[in-house]
């Protein structure tokens, strides 16, 4: 399953620059091989983020990470000479994975926890759980005999 598709790149910056950034033999044509090597590398570098927090592949209804993969599809396509816009939009596009990650923002998806942990645990804050009280003042009172 891929984050995003041919059909969502075209739609998303246009069929003219995609062909413009994969097509190497200058056929005039769109390279389906260039394209899906760049949409499984996307997808194996979002995949790495959101393991952190879910059971990938993630199937997300938002249409979040459709976009942050074709923002990071299209950076890749690029290879060395990106533009000032299609570099910062992936630089955007892994700062809300790193927050994905940290758990500061959800995906309507399942979790990757094994639903051992609380959820005060599972969403990355701190749980403590306290035995009894050990000292009382009448055990101290019967240490200093």
Known sequence: MSY????????RFGELEMIQLTDREITGLLDEDVLNRALADADALLDGYLR???AIPVDDATGLLSMLAADVTRYLLYDEHPTDIVKER???ALERLKEIARG???LDADSADSGDEDAATASGTVAVVANSQVFTSDTLDALSL
């Not at 995003?4 to 739609?11: G, I, L, Q």
């Open 104 to 106: 500061l923002v959800t």
């Open 4 to 11: 995003t598709s041919k059909a969502e790149m075209v739609d």
């Open 90 to 92: 992936y630089e955007k």
């Open 52 to 54: 952190l927090r879910y």
